[in-house]
Protein backbone atom coordinates (compact mmCIF):
# COMPACT_ATOMS: atom_id res chain seq x y z
CA UNK A 1 0.00 0.00 0.00
CA UNK A 2 2.65 2.58 1.12
CA UNK A 3 5.06 1.45 -1.99
CA UNK A 4 1.53 2.56 -4.38
CA UNK A 5 0.90 5.86 -2.80
CA UNK A 6 4.89 6.83 -2.90
CA UNK A 7 4.71 6.53 -7.01
CA UNK A 8 2.12 9.21 -6.85
CA UNK A 9 3.63 11.95 -4.79
CA UNK A 10 6.50 14.60 -5.19
CA UNK A 11 10.24 14.01 -5.09
CA UNK A 12 10.86 15.25 -1.87
CA UNK A 13 8.14 13.47 -0.14
CA UNK A 14 9.39 10.20 -1.90
CA UNK A 15 12.18 9.77 -0.14
CA UNK A 16 10.46 10.19 2.87
CA UNK A 17 8.57 7.21 1.94
CA UNK A 18 11.51 5.63 0.47
CA UNK A 19 13.27 6.61 4.41
CA UNK A 20 10.32 4.79 6.15
CA UNK A 21 10.08 2.05 3.89
CA UNK A 22 13.73 1.61 4.29
CA UNK A 23 12.90 0.66 8.15
CA UNK A 24 10.67 -2.45 7.50
CA UNK A 25 11.69 -3.82 4.64
CA UNK A 26 13.50 -7.34 4.40
CA UNK A 27 16.73 -7.06 5.51
CA UNK A 28 18.83 -8.66 2.28
CA UNK A 29 17.18 -5.44 0.23
CA UNK A 30 19.89 -2.77 -0.80
CA UNK A 31 18.54 0.33 0.92
CA UNK A 32 17.08 3.03 -1.44
CA UNK A 33 19.68 5.67 0.28
CA UNK A 34 22.37 3.29 -1.60
CA UNK A 35 20.96 2.37 -4.61
CA UNK A 36 22.09 5.25 -6.99
CA UNK A 37 21.47 3.05 -10.34
CA UNK A 38 19.82 0.20 -11.53
CA UNK A 39 21.88 -3.21 -10.80
CA UNK A 40 21.46 -4.12 -14.88
CA UNK A 41 21.44 -1.49 -16.99
CA UNK A 42 23.42 1.34 -15.16
CA UNK A 43 21.10 3.93 -15.71
CA UNK A 44 21.64 6.86 -13.30
CA UNK A 45 18.09 7.23 -10.75
CA UNK A 46 16.96 10.56 -11.03
CA UNK A 47 15.69 12.54 -7.96
CA UNK A 48 12.41 11.24 -6.97
CA UNK A 49 12.79 8.25 -9.36
CA UNK A 50 11.06 4.84 -8.19
CA UNK A 51 13.49 2.14 -7.69
CA UNK A 52 12.45 -1.51 -7.70
CA UNK A 53 13.67 -4.26 -4.90
CA UNK A 54 14.38 -8.06 -7.01
CA UNK A 55 12.66 -10.04 -4.23
CA UNK A 56 14.92 -12.56 -4.63
CA UNK A 57 18.47 -11.03 -4.90
CA UNK A 58 17.58 -8.02 -3.19
CA UNK A 59 19.24 -5.29 -5.19
CA UNK A 60 17.95 -2.07 -6.31
CA UNK A 61 16.73 -2.14 -10.17
CA UNK A 62 14.73 0.20 -13.19
CA UNK A 63 11.24 -0.51 -13.95
CA UNK A 64 12.36 -2.17 -17.15
CA UNK A 65 14.82 -4.32 -16.11
CA UNK A 66 12.84 -5.79 -13.10
CA UNK A 67 9.31 -6.22 -15.25
CA UNK A 68 8.74 -10.11 -14.53
CA UNK A 69 6.89 -11.70 -11.94
CA UNK A 70 7.43 -15.45 -10.59
CA UNK A 71 6.95 -16.96 -7.36
CA UNK A 72 9.51 -16.41 -4.58
CA UNK A 73 8.37 -18.80 -1.59
CA UNK A 74 12.42 -19.14 -0.13
CA UNK A 75 12.01 -15.95 0.78
CA UNK A 76 8.27 -15.75 2.50
CA UNK A 77 5.94 -14.82 -0.82
CA UNK A 78 3.00 -17.09 -0.89
CA UNK A 79 2.18 -15.31 -4.46
CA UNK A 80 4.02 -14.19 -7.57
CA UNK A 81 6.65 -10.88 -6.98
CA UNK A 82 8.53 -8.59 -8.74
CA UNK A 83 11.86 -9.85 -9.43
CA UNK A 84 14.77 -8.42 -11.70
CA UNK A 85 15.12 -10.09 -15.51
CA UNK A 86 18.53 -12.62 -13.97
CA UNK A 87 16.78 -14.58 -11.11
CA UNK A 88 13.91 -14.52 -13.43
CA UNK A 89 15.73 -16.57 -15.82
CA UNK A 90 16.91 -19.35 -12.85
CA UNK A 91 15.04 -22.17 -11.87
CA UNK A 92 11.66 -21.51 -10.43
CA UNK A 93 11.65 -23.33 -7.12
CA UNK A 94 8.87 -26.18 -7.14
CA UNK A 95 8.94 -27.00 -3.46
CA UNK A 96 5.20 -26.40 -2.40
CA UNK A 97 5.69 -27.29 1.21
CA UNK A 98 7.94 -24.09 1.21
CA UNK A 99 5.23 -22.09 -0.22
CA UNK A 100 3.54 -22.97 3.46
CA UNK A 101 6.08 -21.14 5.63
CA UNK A 102 5.58 -17.38 6.05
CA UNK A 103 8.96 -15.40 7.15
CA UNK A 104 8.27 -14.60 10.71
CA UNK A 105 9.24 -10.88 10.20
CA UNK A 106 6.70 -10.45 7.48
CA UNK A 107 3.74 -12.11 9.80
CA UNK A 108 5.08 -9.10 12.23
CA UNK A 109 5.42 -6.09 9.82
CA UNK A 110 1.49 -7.52 8.34
CA UNK A 111 0.77 -7.28 11.98
CA UNK A 112 1.72 -4.08 12.54
CA UNK A 113 0.09 -2.34 9.72
CA UNK A 114 -2.96 -3.82 10.44
CA UNK A 115 -3.21 -2.88 13.89
CA UNK A 116 -2.58 0.55 12.68
CA UNK A 117 -5.22 0.60 9.49
CA UNK A 118 -7.81 -0.62 12.33
CA UNK A 119 -6.51 1.83 15.02
CA UNK A 120 -7.39 4.97 12.47
CA UNK A 121 -10.57 3.26 11.44
CA UNK A 122 -11.83 3.79 14.94
CA UNK A 123 -11.03 7.58 14.82
CA UNK A 124 -13.03 10.29 12.88
CA UNK A 125 -11.17 11.09 9.80
CA UNK A 126 -9.72 14.28 10.91
CA UNK A 127 -7.00 12.14 12.94
CA UNK A 128 -6.53 9.29 10.71
CA UNK A 129 -3.44 11.60 8.92
CA UNK A 130 -1.93 12.22 12.85
CA UNK A 131 -2.42 8.36 13.34
CA UNK A 132 -0.73 7.31 10.01
CA UNK A 133 2.41 9.84 10.53
CA UNK A 134 2.80 8.43 14.02
CA UNK A 135 3.21 5.25 13.22
CA UNK A 136 5.80 6.06 10.36
CA UNK A 137 7.81 8.70 12.24
CA UNK A 138 11.36 8.40 12.34
CA UNK A 139 12.49 7.60 16.07
CA UNK A 140 14.61 10.88 16.42
CA UNK A 141 12.16 13.17 15.49
CA UNK A 142 10.44 15.12 18.22
CA UNK A 143 6.61 14.15 18.65
CA UNK A 144 4.01 16.17 17.12
CA UNK A 145 2.17 16.12 20.91
CA UNK A 146 5.05 17.37 22.20
CA UNK A 147 5.94 20.63 19.92
CA UNK A 148 2.80 22.58 19.83
CA UNK A 149 4.72 25.55 18.28
CA UNK A 150 7.41 26.53 15.98
CA UNK A 151 10.87 25.44 17.83
CA UNK A 152 12.47 28.64 16.37
CA UNK A 153 9.65 31.53 16.09
CA UNK A 154 7.42 30.00 18.59
CA UNK A 155 4.48 30.13 16.44
CA UNK A 156 1.63 27.65 17.60
CA UNK A 157 0.99 24.97 15.27
CA UNK A 158 -2.64 25.24 15.75
CA UNK A 159 -2.51 28.59 13.32
CA UNK A 160 0.31 26.80 10.87
CA UNK A 161 1.70 23.94 9.60
CA UNK A 162 4.24 21.80 11.19
CA UNK A 163 7.54 20.49 9.67
CA UNK A 164 10.36 18.30 11.18
CA UNK A 165 13.40 19.38 10.10
CA UNK A 166 15.56 16.23 9.27
CA UNK A 167 18.83 17.21 10.35
CA UNK A 168 17.70 17.67 14.35
CA UNK A 169 14.43 16.11 14.29
CA UNK A 170 12.42 19.49 15.84
CA UNK A 171 9.14 20.79 14.65
CA UNK A 172 9.38 24.35 13.00
CA UNK A 173 6.95 26.37 10.75
CA UNK A 174 7.26 26.97 7.11
CA UNK A 175 8.94 30.14 7.20
CA UNK A 176 11.68 28.55 9.69
CA UNK A 177 11.82 25.65 7.70
CA UNK A 178 11.92 26.44 4.03
CA UNK A 179 15.66 25.42 2.84
CA UNK A 180 16.74 21.97 1.36
CA UNK A 181 19.56 20.05 1.53
CA UNK A 182 21.02 16.36 1.75
CA UNK A 183 21.61 15.10 5.60
CA UNK A 184 23.32 11.80 4.51
CA UNK A 185 24.39 11.53 8.23
CA UNK A 186 20.53 10.65 8.67
CA UNK A 187 19.63 8.77 6.05
CA UNK A 188 18.62 11.72 3.57
CA UNK A 189 20.94 11.47 0.53
CA UNK A 190 18.81 13.85 -1.40
CA UNK A 191 18.18 17.84 -0.65
CA UNK A 192 15.13 17.91 1.80
CA UNK A 193 13.67 19.89 4.19
CA UNK A 194 15.80 21.13 7.02
CA UNK A 195 15.78 24.04 9.55
CA UNK A 196 16.85 27.69 9.64
CA UNK A 197 18.95 26.59 12.32
CA UNK A 198 20.74 23.49 10.79
CA UNK A 199 20.95 25.30 7.04
CA UNK A 200 24.44 26.76 7.46
CA UNK A 201 26.51 23.79 8.96
CA UNK A 202 24.92 21.91 6.81
CA UNK A 203 25.51 23.99 3.63
CA UNK A 204 29.05 24.26 4.90
CA UNK A 205 28.81 20.31 4.50
CA UNK A 206 27.97 20.14 0.88
CA UNK A 207 30.63 22.91 0.10
CA UNK A 208 33.16 20.34 1.63
CA UNK A 209 32.28 17.30 0.03
CA UNK A 210 32.04 18.84 -3.09
CA UNK A 211 35.35 20.10 -2.73
CA UNK A 212 36.80 17.05 -1.56
CA UNK A 213 34.95 15.24 -4.71
CA UNK A 214 36.75 17.27 -6.73
CA UNK A 215 40.46 15.91 -5.47
Known amino acids: MFRRLVDKISPQTRSLGEHVMDKVNPPE ?7 KECAKCLKAFAVGEHKHHCRVCGMGF ?3 CSSKRRKVPERGYQGEERVCDSCYSESQPTNTAEEEQVDNRVRSITSSVTDVFWKAVEYPKARVADILKEA ?6 VRDSDAPHCDLCKTSFSDTSR ?3 RSCGRAFCDPCSRHELPVP ?17 LRVAVADTSQSDKK
Open 62 to 64: CDA
Open 163 to 165: HHC
Open 185 to 201: AMGWPEPTRVCNGCEPL
Open 136 to 141: IRPSYW
Open 29 to 35: WIPNSKI
